[in-house]
């Protein structure tokens, strides 16, 4: 599996040296759009792993180093937002999928919405679907004018996310460990200040202290959005804390953990909704859809603190019951669940679930990597209607093994795909 990741990253690398950034898929219509920025962590990823050698780990970084400078300025050249709040001038990243037309991909369907709205609005409408499927959150509410709002009204450039922001600022980071690596301190110097006042400003435009809890900036309103969705934990997860707040102490984190926003989206019984507010029928990454990277995100945010390993192993027992519940009842892994039925598989969108999905697999395997001794399979599995395909039977109890949930989830996960194969799938 090693050999399969330093293959998919290399992949990656590749994409970068001859499109410029990694598009939105491996076809001549995506190239005018990219993918979040999540190369950096997936190459530290590698290069850290405990079974990466020193050799291995540098030679991919001798690699990637170009690479990842160049993606940088892709997206400083190509996706910024220049604005002002509380008298303070800031230049952060958007996406803008860099479009005017309908998707390709989509062309009838993106048509037949424009075609509901006045001429003078359908390019605005065309270039804000692109960028929302360059966000990777192709649909949310988050994108809508305001989050009840109806889809033709999506303006997903005029919205700066704090997830982007905070890859960008890890990409920084990363970037200025590599550089001191390979001894160039002034590359060093620049990018490892450019992260740090990523940091600051992250803490400034996008902090909500009254909330305990990170928002999206609105270039429309000139503030923060209202609704919590789960990828604003991605300061934490990236640990980006700048220079004047420690976002990684104790102290902060425990903030984040008592907030409303926490103690709500961690109260479904079948993992965490990507958001609280409901669909429309052009959305799935809201409420009640969980995917799986954020599952992942969340975890690993609080996990790496230890006085949190405790109620992050929660947040991964209930993941791993959920994902189990529906591989036990339907033979499948899905791409995304329903969190207010444990297994069941979710829905919305512009297209039918997918089965045996690599950043399902794989954020299992990282889960039984970080809790290799705590996680177990539940006794037994009630199956939920949407959990089974129609030969089952449904609402049944099935039995499992008195084993972990290690010793299934290896198997199928081996079987079905790999850590390797989530790297992709984050980026899909």
């Known amino acids: 599996m090693a050999e399969t990741a330093r293959g998919m990253i290399r992949n990656f690398i590749h994409l970068v040296n001859t499109v410029g950034h990694i598009p939105n898929g491996n076809r001549v219509y995506y190239t005018k759009r990219s993918q979040p920025p999540f190369l950096a962590l997936m190459v530290e990823a590698f290069v850290n792993h405990k079974d990466t050698t020193p ?22 050249d190509n996706r910024v937002a220049t604005f002002t709040y509380n008298s303070k001038n800031y230049t952060l990243n958007i996406y803008k999928g860099g479009i005017s037309e309908p998707r390709p991909e989509s062309y009838r369907e993106d048509r037949e919405i424009a075609e509901t709205l006045p001429a003078d609005q359908q390019e605005r409408f065309y270039r804000a679907i692109g960028a929302g499927a360059e966000s990777g959150w192709d649909f949310s509410t988050r994108w809508m004018d305001t989050q009840d709002a109806d889809f033709n009204t999506i303006r997903t450039h005029t919205i700066v996310p704090v997830d982007l922001n905070a890859l960008l600022c890890a990409h920084e980071r990363i970037l200025g460990d590599y550089y001191t690596l390979t001894g160039n301190t ?12 990523r940091g600051d400003e992250i803490h400034e435009v996008f902090w909500n202290d009254a909330k305990a809890m990170w928002r999206d900036y609105d270039l429309k309103t000139g503030a923060q959005r209202e609704d919590f969705y789960i990828s604003h934990i991605a300061p934490l997860f990236t640990r980006c804390s700048g220079s004047t707040v420690n976002i990684t102490a104790t102290p902060f984190m425990n903030r984040l953990l008592h907030s409303y926003d926490m103690k709500t989206v961690t109260s479904y019984p079948g993992g965490v909704p990507q958001g609280l507010k409901e669909p429309n029928k052009h ?21 790496a603190n230890s006085e949190f390993r405790s109620q992050a192993l929660q947040w991964a027992q209930k993941w791993v019951t959920a994902v189990d519940t529906g591989h036990r009842c339907s033979g499948y892994f899905y791409e995304k669940y329903d969190v207010n039925k444990v297994g069941a598989y979710g829905g919305g969108g512009e297209y039918a679930v997918q089965e045996g999905f690599g950043w399902t697999n794989g954020g299992i395997l990282r889960l039984l990597e970080l809790f290799p001794s705590e996680l177990r399979a539940p006794a037994s599995h009630t199956c939920p209607a949407t959990a089974a395909p129609p030969t089952a039977t449904i609402g049944t109890t099935v039995a499992s093994s008195a084993t972990t949930a290690g010793t299934s989830f290896m198997v199928a996960g081996l079987i079905l795909g790999s850590i390797a194969v989530a790297l992709r799938g984050v980026l899909e």
Do not use: Y
């Open 55 to 76: 050799a291995t780990g540098r030679e991919l970084i001798d690699e990637a180093l170009p690479a990842l400078v160049k993606e940088h300025k892709f997206w400083t």
């Open 186 to 197: 002034s590359e060093a110097e620049r990018f490892k200040s450019l992260a740090q006042k």
């Open 283 to 303: 959305t799935q990454w809201d409420l009640p859809n969980a995917w799986p990277p954020h599952q992942l995100m969340l975890v690993e945010s609080f996990a």
